[in-house]
């Protein structure tokens, strides 16, 4: 018996599935990501009983009296993906709350578990190679659930060509690029007076409304500009010979 696929067309998925938010502090990234269907927030701020209603897991590196690291941030992401891959649950959505916190706390656990400062410390580049491989895994873990996944990210400047300031993600770029290669939808938030405002940066596709699948994901697409195109109506076909 062949493990091959059949040889014939198959109807693609395109409902968005992998989010990246990002934005200035207090300007509604989280508030949006809490749209997403029966989250469960991976939270990096310390504050998880009281961070929002959904339930929350704190990402930390735990450690002894002694300083040294008992249970790893990484640890921790793997316990818990690997439950919401192999347990049955009711959850949609994983949210990561804030990703550029996660990269420093996976930073932290690899220098701390080699008795090391930095990543740079650790002989023949060890250290960013396992710093690397470990972001590239839990990207790919994540992107394997059978659920949403929302990466939220707090807002930073760089200077352009021109060097003036930009607006960007607080993510650093090469990790950015990790992370962001395999979402679908960037999404900036904003605050500006009394309005609230969602901006699409990046798009992987052209999204049509009647594609979304998942009736939340599509309610929260229609509220943002940018994020859906419309569906062409098809051409009415007429006998007329003129084509009228």
Known sequence: MTILPKNEPHQPHNTPRNFFIWGATMSGKSYLASYFPDSIVFSTDGNEKNSGTRPTIALLNKVNSQGKITTSVIDILDKYILALRTEQNTFKTVVIDVIEDVTVLIEQAICMEAHVKSLSDIPYGKGYSMFNSMLQELVMNLKALPMNVVYI??????????EQPVPVPAL????????????????RTQ??????????????????????DDPQILRILMAIPGALVKDVPAQTQTNNKDGK
Not at 172 to 187: M, R, S
């Open 153 to 162: 990210s707090r807002e930073d400047t760089r200077s352009d060509n021109n």
């Open 172 to 187: 650093k770029q090469k990790y950015y690029n990790v992370v962001n290669g395999n979402c679908d939808l960037v999404i």
């Open 191 to 212: 605050h500006l007076g009394k309005n609230y405002i969602q901006t699409v940066t990046d798009i992987r596709r052209k999204y049509k409304q009647s594609e979304i």
